[in-house]
Every structure is written in C-alpha cells, then in structure tokens.
C-alpha cells in the first residue's frame, strides 16, 4: 500500500487553528496611519488648487473635477470594499489599497494634463476606498468589547481630522516649491504604511460562503459613477443633456442594484438594514458630512487665495485651526460616552457646524480673515464630534462579522455627500456676481444644510438593537 504521508494535512490543519495572533495596539497604529495618509492625499488639492490648475491648464468650469476625482472614486468603491474585506480578509484588501494609493498618489505627480490628474485622483479615491472601508473591520476584530471599540473608533476618528488638518499643511509647505513633490510624498507614505502593515496586521474575515457579488459591485459602482458625474457637470446648467442622461442612468442602475440584491444569496449589502433607524442615521450623518461640511470646507481655502490674495501655507495654517480642533475633540469625545449617544453627538456636531459658518458670514467682504476665527473654532469643535461619532455609529448599525460593510456604506454615503457639496459650492460661489457675495450665500447654504442634517439624525430614534 502506498505510504499515507499525514504531516502536510496536519500542519494545514494546525495553521488553520491557529491563526496569526492579534495585535490591537499595532492595529489602530497602522489603520489610522494609512487612513491619516489618505486623507492628506484627499486634502492635498485644497490649498494647491489655484496652483494645480494653472499647471495644468484647467479652466474654471473644469476645477470642480481636480477636487471630485477622489471623492467620485472612494463613493464608487467604498461599499464594494467594504463588502470584499469581510468575505475575503481585511488585511489582504487593506495592504492592497495601502499598495495602490501609494502609487496612484505618485503618478498624480506626473500628470501632464487636467484629465490625467482626475484620473490619477479617481483610482486614488479607489485606493482609499479599499484602505477606509477595511481599517474599522480590522479595529473591531481587534477590539471586542464595547469599551476598547469605543476608544479605538476615536482615537480613528480623530485621525480622518488628523489627515484632514495635515494635508493641506504638507501641500502647502511644498507647493511654494512645487506642488507635484506633494503628491510624491505622500505616495511615499502610503507604501511605508503598506509595509509596517504587512509586518503588523493579522487576517480576519468574515466568509458567507457563496459567490461575490459581481452584479450588484458593478450596478451600484455605475450608478455612483453616474450620479457623482452628474452632480459635477451640472454647475454648468443642470437641463444640459449630458446632466439628465446621467442622472437618468443613476436611476436605472441603481433599479438594477436593488433587483440584484434582492435575488442574490450573498448580497453587497442586506437592504434590510434601511429599515434599522441607527443605519438610517449613519448614512444621514455621512450624507450631510459631505454636504455641509466636506463641501464648503473643500472649495473655501481657494477663495480665500483668490479673494484676499492668501498663499497656500497661509490658508493651510488658518483652517489648521478648524481642523486641528476637530483631531482634538475627536481625541477626547469618548468621555461622552455613556451620557450622550453617537446620534445626538451627531446632532451636535452640525448644529456646531452650522453655528461656525454663520458666524463667518461677511468675512470675505470686510476682507478681514480675523473674523473668520471664532467661526473656525465653533465648527472645527462640531467637526470633531462628527468625526468621533460616525465610525462608532456606522459599525454599531451592522452585526459585528459586517463591520467592514457598514463602514463602506457610511463612507460612500459621506463622499456621495462631498462631490455633491463640492459641485454645489462652487455653482453657488461662481454664479453669485462677486466672490464675497458667493462666499456668503455658500456659508449660509452650508449652515442651512447643517440644521437640516442635525434635525434629521434626531428624527430617526434608536428603536432598535443591532
């Protein structure tokens, strides 16, 4: 009889069983690094945008797309990500994106033309997408408990603002020498970020068994496409024929994603869960991030540059107090737990939002950036509560074995939110005769939307328990 050689089945087995052990502190360390590093990618066009475009030749009616590139990318494939990091292993999408962002990011260096930056910015927004959407999977498998996922969702949340408010910073230090060194950094980064992960990250997934969800990715990764393509060529005439093909095939592929989800055994996304208050307010709370915040907060620092002949360090600096408070309170907003719920820190948060740029109303007109400073304060306070209270919500609102789909879903629906708001700033500000006038009307739209989303969030009560 031939000799049955058990050893290899055996070492298999013992692998399986004993998997890489888990690292919580080297976890949080890497996912908020990698997410700071993409956020600064995120922000880095801010500040260098009358620079970007000038280089690259962009008209006016084109910048809107230097700004949406990467939003337009994380929308289309956060939830895809999110969905392929639970059934085929968080580490493994996660050092992908990590991969990918590090390189997209250095070839937006090298673009040559307005296009081929959006492009390079688009797969730079897929990249993140991959990195964002798996890092709260791998922070649950991480931290079980209540406790420590409440802590590690902060000290994340507090590292989007951390990005956030570094991004411009790097940008604007190097763009007085050239703005494309920018992007070569922070590729650079990213892949030093890939490595450390590679080194410290243990695998975790939660397999469903059955096919990927081919149909449903691609339907629901058009019609963001779609919509968000939509949503930027519209500040030039929202009746143009492009506009109303565009968002004619949103609709009919989004028709399509909901009959295939529907029908399929392992779908992206249980839409059952929009019948759960606590989803409905993460997305809300995402949605209006986008909008309110995302939006203006996107496009002000330009005009600012432009109004009141501001560099890019100097606005980098001046909104370093909006975002380095919003890192702050994202720090310590976990002392509120226990007393005030992620839903009502939500509320909070864009009432704050809206308080701030209210309070800078009239600002650009006086010429005057000073006033613009308790403005900065109040919203970068409501800025920070958001930022704390969105990851913890947003993985509260899903089983815990689909915490890297509710992630997804909370993200996509906070960059839908941005290339909205972005598109809607600069109609706003473009179209309003002066840029103090345009500053003002956007600041008060921003405000409105704010008040809007703070009541929102309070209308959709916690009736129930994921």
Known sequence: MPRTDTTKPAVQQLSRATPAPVRPTATLAVTSAATAVALMAYTAP????????????????????????????????????????????????????TVALGITTALGALASSTWLFTL???????????????SLGLIVHAF?????????T??????????????????????SWDWRAAYAVLGLAALIAALFGARALSESRAPRGGRPDLAGAVSFGLALVSLVAALTLGRDGWLRAPVGLLLAATVLLTFVFVLVE?????????????????FLASSAGGLFTGLAVIGLFSFLPAILQQSLGMSAMDTAWLFLLWSGLSFAVALQARRLAGRVSPRHQLALGFALHAAGALTMLGAIGAGSWHRLLPG???????????????????????PATRAAMG????????????????????????????????????????????????????????????
């Open 120 to 134: 390079a910015r688009i797969a730079q927004g897929a990249a993140s997408a991959a990195i964002l959407a798996s």
């Open 376 to 398: 900065l304060v109040v919203a970068g306070i409501g800025s920070g509560l958001l930022n704390a209270a969105l990851p913890l919500l947003a993985v509260e609102s899903v």
């Open 154 to 175: 902060g000290v994340w949340g507090a590292f989007v603002s951390g990005g956030i408010a570094t991004g411009p910073l790097l940008a604007g230090g190097i763009a």
């Open 144 to 152: 079980p408990t209540a406790a420590g996922r409440l802590r590690a």
């Open 46 to 97: 801010i500040v260098t945008l009358p620079d970007t475009a000038a280089s690259l030749h962009t008209p006016l009616s084109a910048q809107a797309w230097l700004l949406n590139g990467t939003p337009l990318g994380l929308a289309a494939l956060l939830l895809v990500a999110g969905s392929l990091a639970d059934d085929y292993g968080r580490r493994r999408i996660f050092l992908g994106g």
């Open 262 to 278: 529907r029908r399929t055994t392992t779908p992206m996304i249980d839409l059952g869960l929009l019948r759960r208050p606590r």
């Open 407 to 466: 992630s997804g879903a909370n993200q996509t629906f906070r960059y839908i939110g941005s290339c909205a708001g972005v598109a809607l700033t600069i109609a706003v500000v473009t179209s309003s005769g002066t840029l103090s006038r345009g500053a003002d009307l956007a600041l008060a739209v921003s405000a409105g939307l704010g008040l809007l989303a703070a009541a929102s969030v309070l209308v959709l009560r916690d009736r129930d328990r994921a």
